[in-house]
């Protein structure tokens, strides 16, 4: 029984193996990871991966896996669209998170450093706050030139301008880290405002639903 992780950057694997061994022992986790996914999606669009990602999920479900979490937000909405047709559940890490969003208020800002996961966490956000039945005025803040720093593997400095970007946001109930690599830079900013990431309830949903498989 396994939980398979997709990854678009092999920087999350330990992140996600320190929260299964904090918050889930035993849950046996595999890490597949496929970065050439997010650049292509990144110029041609999510839905230009669609064939690639089925054939990935198709094969963990062969390997073993009870249930897929896609940790990248670009794809993410595509994977689980992909669920209905690979044999197994397949959840998108930020789903949870902007369900805790749009509980903080109707003011939510979600900060990103690579542009092409603004268009699906904004709808995201929107189509769970269509579902809670509340509304919502989402606002986007891109962080310029922060991408090239992780690309470069500066990691303070990357998480350092996107702290510094979250010093500078008001009049928001809540604030969205759209990608899975923005999560320590809650950490380093002063801001009074909610800051959420994915990573954690992301896991806890997947590990819930692998949990449900076991069962079944």
């Known amino acids: 029984m396994t939980l398979t992780l997709l ?3 092999a920087v999350h694997i330990p992140v996600f193996e320190a929260l299964r061994a904090a918050h ?11 970065e050439e996914l997010l650049v292509r999606a990144g110029v041609e669009g999510p839905e230009a991966v669609a064939d690639e990602l089925r054939g990935l999920l ?5 390997d073993g896996a009870d249930a897929v979490l896609c940790t990248c937000s670009t794809i993410g909405g595509v994977a689980e669209g992909l669920a209905g047709t690979v044999g ?3 959840l998108r890490v ?3 998170m902007a369900a805790r969003a749009v509980a903080a208020g109707s003011r939510i800002t979600v900060v990103a450093t690579v542009r ?3 268009e699906p966490t904004v709808a995201l956000v929107e189509a769970e706050a269509d579902r809670a039945g509340r509304p919502v005025d989402v606002r986007t803040v891109f962080v310029d030139g922060a991408w090239e720093r992780f690309l470069a593997g500066d990691r303070d400095g990357y998480l350092d301008l ?23 830079a809650a950490d380093r900013t002063g801001t009074s405002i909610p800051v959420l990431s994915s990573p954690r309830p992301g896991l806890d ?3 819930a639903e692998y949990a449900n498989a076991r069962q079944a």
């Open 7 to 9: 990854h678009t950057s």
């Open 24 to 34: 889930h022992p035993g849950l046996a986790l595999r890490h597949v990871v496929r």
């Open 58 to 62: 198709e094969e963990a479900a062969r």
């Open 88 to 90: 197994v559940p397949v």
């Open 94 to 96: 930020d789903r949870p």
């Open 116 to 118: 092409s996961t603004l």
């Open 162 to 184: 996107v702290a510094a970007a979250l010093d500078g946001i008001a009049d928001a109930d809540a604030i969205v880290l759209a990608q899975a690599s923005l999560t320590d």
């Open 205 to 207: 949903a997947a590990a």
